[in-house]
């Protein structure tokens, strides 16, 4: 039994015994005995505070028996009541209902956010990345052990991590996490089933919401997209390609994990959409300066047309961008971000 029920059960036990003296009381002493000098008695009778006998209990043997056991079980209530009340203030549960209220608080402000479903193997990678790239997200974890153990090992950097306790299969947890409001969701739980549900309830909660699904079983992914998921990942397929990468270009792999491990600044292949509004449509790649004016260097433009969507490599400086393109770039997270900074600020001037 958790302290919070201790402290529940303790409170009714208190209630249920002075609710019991009163009455015994009221009913033993008489119509000499008003309520208020019943409700007196008990309280000082169950608090020991020792004042004398408001009401008198020399005069019936059997008020004065009631009263001997009002004041043994009175005693027992009251010390079960002050070591729990004492636990409750120790162990800081106060404190702890107060920090849950403010967590509540700062997820219930958060927009645009992604929600990362399970801490485990493959969920601490993801939030990992979220949090390297200064990427919003809130966590939803059962165990409270695996948010322990992975605060721990990171230290100081997720002291502040934004999680809730509690079945992320389940829709209030969901609605907690701002489902309605996040841009995308990562189902990151052990079993493909519980992935499922997560998608299903995300997607009918979320239309625009991009899910990521966890999945091993390939019968498991075809279901998990059609209830709509944009993509699933496969740890095994990417655990594959890894090796096959590690031999035939072993170089590209460890440029790739420099570029992922580096401390001193966040590098990252990243991607910068042209909203129809902006002012960058009809521009062409070399009047963005994209190189000189905030250090990325374009890999890419994927641009959707009739036909679907199709990717541009080493886009030409000549080439002028569409609404709906969106640029891949290759540099550190802060001149990315200035450069959505500046293209978002263009749109806003464009409306």
Known sequence: MDLRRRLGLALIVLTVTTAAAVAGYRIMGGTSVSLLDAVYMAVITLAGVGYGEFVDTSRVAALR????????????????????????????????????RKMLKRIGELKDHYIVCGLGDTGRHVVEE?????TPYVVIEQREEHVRHFQEHH????????????????????????????????????????NLVITVMARQKNTGLRI??????LKFSERILKAGANAT????????????????RPHVVSFLDIML????????????????GSLWVGRRMAELNLRAGYNLLPLAIRTA???????????????????????????????????REAARAVASQAM
């Open 130 to 134: 979220l949090q390297k790239t200064g």
């Open 305 to 339: 047309d009739a036909a679907g969507a199709q990717f541009v490599p080493n886009p030409a400086d000549d080439r002028p961008l569409l609404g709906g393109d969106v640029i891949i770039v290759m540099g550190a997270m802060d001149d990315v971000r200035r450069a």
């Open 65 to 100: 028996v009631f009263n001997i056991f009002v004041v043994i079980i009175g005693v027992a209530v009251t010390l079960y009541v002050f070591s729990v009340v004492t636990a409750f203030l120790v162990e800081g549960d106060i404190s702890r209902i107060f920090w849950r």
């Open 233 to 248: 990942v496969s740890p095994d397929h990417i655990g594959g390609l890894r090796l096959a990468s590690e031999v035939l």
């Open 155 to 194: 230290g100081e950097a997720f002291g502040d991590l934004l999680y809730l306790l509690g079945d992320a299969t389940d829709e209030a947890v969901l609605d907690l996490a701002g489902i309605d409001r996040a841009r995308g969701l990562i189902a990151a739980l052990p079993f493909e089933k519980e």
């Open 261 to 276: 491990k580096e401390q001193s600044r966040t590098l990252r292949i990243e991607e910068i959409a042209v909203e129809a």
């Open 212 to 217: 990521v699904a966890r999945c091993t079983d």
